[in-house]
Every structure is written in structure tokens, then in C-alpha cells.
């Protein structure tokens, strides 16, 4: 596959035409940046972590059925995606009470959301990623009655099944981010699911386990990222395979 021209550059990823139409490659940069990117830097195989674990919860997902643009790794820091037209919108998942909700309306820092609750914010830089109501997103005609509700029902669905994932590996999931795009057979999940864009906390310490570490300053946040693609990439590969094998030997496979 070859990389042809640069369609969009955010702020830590790039996107590239191929020369195939239905796919396009994503480019998992250094750069990290917080607060609407007043705090920015580059960080030494950040791109790779990001890219790494994307691609396993990506992989996670589509086992467990649920449609996501990722298609293989090319390289460490670059994965091929189906080529979806993005929904602008950011759809938040929020499990415990953490960052913004806590600032804008009067939630105890840690209490528990159940259900949990979805936020969705119109993506638009210029305008600072304003909130939507669902009123908002149909009279803007972002999207369908329908897709609403399959983006909705997609989104719990992730929650729970990345909220499991990682509890077996002592990691609490706060909260996320998705974003979604069209595609030919309907709406799949796309961009990337990263510790840039979920709140992790280690389920004994609390301590944060995510881009909280650079936003606030808590510490190294390359050594974070590394021992977290350790905890969730490796060690649940380890416990999926020691798995597969037992049923495999219990089915006399
Ligand atoms: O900042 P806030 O508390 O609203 O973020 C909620 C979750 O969504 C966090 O996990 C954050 O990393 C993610 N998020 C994101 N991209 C944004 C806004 C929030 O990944 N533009």
C-alpha cells in the first residue's frame, strides 16, 4: 500500500489518502496537547503507545461485535482504516465523575454515574467543542433519529465491554471519548481509543493512568503510557491466549 496526500492533520494525528480509495492511513504523532492546545509537546514514542492500544481495543471490539474503521498496523506508528466520512461530534461516555463534568455542573469529584452518561460535544475547534443536546444535534442535521440512537446504543456498548476489559486487568475506565463515522454497511467507530482520549485510574491507587498525568502535571507521562500498554496489551493478550488454549484443550481441540 503506498501513503499518498495528506487529507488532515490534527492535533497528535495525521490522516493520508492510499492508493486504494476505500482505505486511507492514520498517522499516530508525537505530539501531545491539552486545554483546547494551550499546553503542547512532543514525546518520544508516544505516537507508537497510542497507535498500539488503539489497534488492540480496535481488534477487542470487532471480536466482540462491534464495527470500528481498524484494518492492520502498517507500522508502529501507522494503521490503516476504512476510509469513513466522519460525524463531527464527540461522544463522551462517563462512568464516575471526572474532569469537565465536575468543573461545569455540580458533581462530587469520584461519584459514580449509573447508568452512565453520555455527553456529546459538536467538534469544532474554533468554537471550543461547545455540548449538544440531542435537539441540537437532529436540527443541525448532524445526524439521523436512527444514527443517534445506533451511535448511543454503540457507545454503551464499548462501555461495557472496554469497562470489563480493563477491570480484569485492575484499571477503573472513568470515562471516554468516540468518534464515528459512515461508512458503505453503516455507522462504525473510528479516529482512535487511546490513554489521550479515556480517564484511567488504577482501581487500588486512583492514580491516574492517562493524559490527566501530562494535563496536571503528576508525572512521567511516557513511563505512564508504557506501563499501561503493558497492563492492557500485553497482559490481556497473555489471559486471551491462556484462554483460548483451555477451551481449546476443554473442547478437546
Ligand atoms: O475533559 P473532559 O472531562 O470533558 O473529557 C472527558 C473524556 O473525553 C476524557 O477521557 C478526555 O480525555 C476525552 N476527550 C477527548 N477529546 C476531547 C475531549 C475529551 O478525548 N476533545
Known sequence: MKQGKLLYAGKAKSVYRTDEKDHLIVEFRDDITAFDGGKKDTLKKKGRYNAEVSAFFF????????????VRMLDENRMVVENLSMIPLEVIVRNIAAG????????????????????IDYKDD??????????????????????????????????????DLLARQGITLVDFKLEFGRGKKGI??????????????DATTGESL????????????????DRVLQRIVKTS????????TAARKGSGD
Open 210 to 225: 492517562d493524559k490527566d498525568v501530562y494535563r496536571f502535571d503528576k508525572g512521567d507521562v511516557m513511563e505512564t503510557y
Open 100 to 119: 469537565s463534568i465536575v468543573r461545569n455542573y455540580p458533581f462530587k469529584e469520584k461519584t459514580p454515574l449509573r447508568p452512565p452518561v453520555i455527553v
Open 237 to 244: 493478550s497473555a489471559a486471551g491466549k491462556k484462554r483460548t
Open 126 to 163: 474554533a468554537r471550543h467543542d461547545p455540548m449538544l443536546n440531542d435537539d441540537l444535534i437532529l436540527a443541525l442535521k448532524i445526524c439521523t433519529p436512527a444514527e443517534l440512537k445506533k451511535i448511543k446504543n454503540t457507545a454503551l456498548k464499548v462501555n461495557d465491554l472496554l469497562k
Open 59 to 70: 481488534s477487542y471490539l470487532g471480536e466482540h461485535g462491534v464495527k470500528t474503521h481498524f
Open 188 to 201: 462504525w467507530v473510528g479516529d482512535e481509543i487511546s490513554m489521550d482520549s479515556m480517564r484511567l485510574w
